[in-house]
Structures are given as structure tokens and as C-alpha cells.
């Protein structure tokens, strides 16, 4: 009991997880190391949280998410609590995300929080005396579906260097691609190819961040251009409920599809790996294919998720930071941040260290209009 609380605690030094980016890696490789003996003594971790209580709040759907969240605290001994649909809590008396926090913090010891609005895990965190796992934030990051595929590819390539990568669908609107990317290009010798259309090109953020560390990657069009020398390919849904509309979302569906065909030019070791849920972008007869892997990458999710809140849960209380807005007459102009939403978030912008010529706004990494 004692050797598990201490492996806990060595993993992870965050008292938040908001963005893979804040992991340093050696956190990230304890936790890697924790995850590891979970995946294989989970009997040994059965009191690891005992009397601790997680919350699950999401103000968005999800299925596995919000489940391998509650498994993964079932699972150490904790309990949840938890709602999934906003009109059913006091959100929809119009109660602020601020207030919604300190609430929820003070009946548990850990809130893992999904929302549609952009930034809203780290507008969370500011106000919260609890630890905060993004489980989510609108188009922006998922960072613990990054932590289910990081451990995914090494437990089964047995590393996340030198790697070709290839990430396929909508790379505009996925999350979990933008997560991913980030996380990938700090492990060194990675390649990476965007497939996906015009319209749906990685944001301008995360192609920064690749041309930052001067890595090399390819935009293509086609998965024939790239399947052959990829050792990994990350197929992503068209994200239909972040498009402005119906007929915006139609023009991009259906036009990536993983078939027989497709797979029989790929290499015999090249792993599929998918957040889910998928639709139509992989036929089912591939499903069968031993190289598609994300029925398990969902499992290697929740033993993720355990070891994240395995070092989380023993935080103990934080001191909120309550921070104060670090400018002048300017607010962020992405309609899709929290700060736009929630109007009493002070304005905060930051000069990344990639390029420290350029201001972004603290909670969605959208670019400061001067
Ligand atoms: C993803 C998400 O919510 O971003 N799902 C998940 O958490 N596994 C991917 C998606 O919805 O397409």
C-alpha cells in the first residue's frame, strides 16, 4: 500500500493536467512507468484512492471518456460523482463555471471537466482548490486521450521516437490530433504526415509548433500518398458538431475511408489507431485487421487514467491562483474561447516559448489580434 502511494506520488509533480505540454518528460516517463504495472498488477492498486472522491463533470457528451474516468477511480477504490448533461445541474439556472468549481472541489478531489467552450479546463483551474484533468475543451486539447495514445504506441512499438506518423481526417477541429502533435513532436525523430483537406488543415498553432522545433512533416491530400511508410496512422472523425453548419459538414464527410484496399499497401507493423468514436472512416471488414488496435488503445486509456489519478487524488487541497488579467483593452477574438462566454475571466495572453514574438491568448492558444 505504502510502495503504491509512493509511486503515485513520484509520477506526476502538475497539480492540474491541462495540456500534455505542461508534463515535463520525466513525469511523464514515471507515469508511463506507473501505467505499466497497473496494466499488469491491477490487483495491487484495488485501495490505491480508497475514500477519495473524483468528479466528472461534463458540460459535453461522452461515452467513453466519462466512463473510463469512473472505471479508472472504481478501480484505485475511489468513488465519482458526476453529471453529464448541463440542463440537469445548476448550470442551467445560469450559475458561472467559477462558481460550478468551487462547489463541485469542495465535495471531492479531483474534477475532470469536458466543455464545449475552448480554454475552459484552464479557466477551471484558476479557481479550483482541487486538481483539473481536461477531459476535453471544445476543438482545443484532449490530453488525456494523448496520455491513452502515448501509452498505446509504446507498450506496443516500445517507443514514441522516431516514429512516422501519419494523422488522417479532420485535423481542423480534432482535439485529440492537436494534443497528439504536440505531445509527438517532443520525443525526437518523428515524422509526421497531415492528411486531410484544405478546409480541414491543422490550425496555424499547432503548424507552429511543428515548424518551431523543426521537425519534418508533410501535408498530403490522399492516405495513398503516405500509408506505405507510416509505422503509425491515427484516423479521426469529421467533428460534424463543431462545423458553423449541416452543409459545411457534408462537403467533408465520407471523404477519407479506410478500406481493405488501403490497408494492403500499408506495412505489415504500421498500427491503427483511433480516439473513437469512428463512423464511417473505417470500413468494418478492417475493424478485423490485427493492426487496428483502438479497441485496446481505449482499454490502455483507462489505465492511463488511473495512474494520472493516482498522483492526482493525494494532491491534498491547492491554493487557487485567482490570477488578474496581464493587459490592456484587449480580449481574445476566438467566439469559441471560455474568456468570450464566461465575461468575469480576467484576459490573460502569453508569449510562447516556440516564438516569443507572438501573443496568444492564455486559454484557447487563439493569436492576439493587435
Ligand atoms: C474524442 C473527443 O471527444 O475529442 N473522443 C474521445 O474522447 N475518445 C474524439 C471524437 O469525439 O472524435
Known amino acids: 500500500m505504502t510502495k503504491i502511494k509512493e509511486r503515485g506520488e513520484v509520477a506526476v509533480q502538475l497539480n492540474h493536467l491541462l495540456d ?53 477511480a472504481l478501480r484505485l477504490g475511489a468513488t465519482y460523482i458526476s453529471f453529464s448533461d448541463p440542463n440537469n ?68 512499438i516500445g517507443r514514441t521516437e522516431g516514429l512516422s506518423i501519419g494523422l488522417c481526417g479532420d485535423l481542423k477541429y480534432g482535439r485529440t490530433v492537436h494534443s497528439l502533435l504536440g505531445a509527438m513532436t517532443r520525443f525526437p525523430g518523428n515524422k509526421f504526415y497531415l492528411v486531410s483537406t484544405p478546409e480541414l488543415r491543422v490550425p496555424r498553432y499547432v503548424i507552429d509548433i511543428l515548424e518551431a522545433g523543426g521537425h519534418e512533416y508533410h501535408e498530403v491530400s490522399t492516405l495513398d500518398e503516405c500509408i506505405g511508410a507510416l509505422d503509425v496512422l491515427y484516423m479521426t472523425r469529421i467533428q460534424k458538431e463543431r462545423f458553423a453548419s449541416e452543409q459545411e459538414y457534408k462537403s467533408q464527410a465520407g471523404i477519407y ?12 507493423h504500421m498500427l491503427v489507431l483511433h480516439p473513437l468514436p469512428k463512423i464511417d472512416e473505417i470500413t468494418d471488414e478492417v475493424d478485423l485487421d490485427p493492426r487496428c488496435i483502438y479497441f485496446d488503445q481505449a482499454r490502455y486509456g483507462m489505465f492511463a487514467r488511473m495512474g494520472l489519478l493516482l498522483s492526482l487524488m493525494h494532491k491534498g487541497r491547492l491554493s487557487p491562483v485567482y490570477p488578474e488579467s496581464n493587459v490592456e483593452e484587449m480580449r481574445c477574438h476566438n467566439p469559441k474561447c471560455i474568456t468570450n462566454h464566461e465575461r468575469y475571466l480576467p484576459q490573460r495572453f502569453i508569449r510562447p516559448e516556440r516564438n516569443p514574438a507572438e501573443l496568444r491568448c492564455e486559454y484557447c492558444d487563439a493569436p492576439a489580434r493587435l
Request: proline share 5%; net charge negative.
Open 257 to 268: 475511408i479506410l478500406d481493405g484496399e488501403k490497408m494492403k499497401k500499408a506495412g505489415d
Open 89 to 156: 445541474s445548476s448550470v442551467s439556472k445560469g450559475e458561472t463555471l467559477r462558481d460550478t468549481i468551487r462547489i463541485v472541489a469542495n465535495y471531492t478531489d479531483t474534477i475532470a471537466i469536458r466543455h464545449s467552450l475552448e480554454g475552459a479546463a484552464k479557466a477551471a483551474s484558476f479557481y479550483s482548490p482541487v486538481p483539473i484533468v481536461n477531459a476535453g475543451d471544445g476543438g482545443h486539447l484532449h490530453p488525456t486521450q494523448t496520455l491513452a495514445d502515448l501509452v498505446t504506441i509504446r507498450r506496443r
Open 20 to 72: 500534455f505540454g505542461e508534463m515535463t518528460l520525466p513525469e511523464w516517463d514515471g507515469l508511463y512507468q506507473t501505467v505499466e504495472q497497473i496494466i499488469d498488477h491491477p490487483e495491487d492498486f484495488l485501495d490505491a484512492c480508497r475514500g477519495k472522491v473524483l468528479a466528472t463533470t461534463f458540460f459535453e457528451p461522452s461515452t467513453r471518456t466519462i466512463f473510463s474516468f469512473q472505471a479508472a
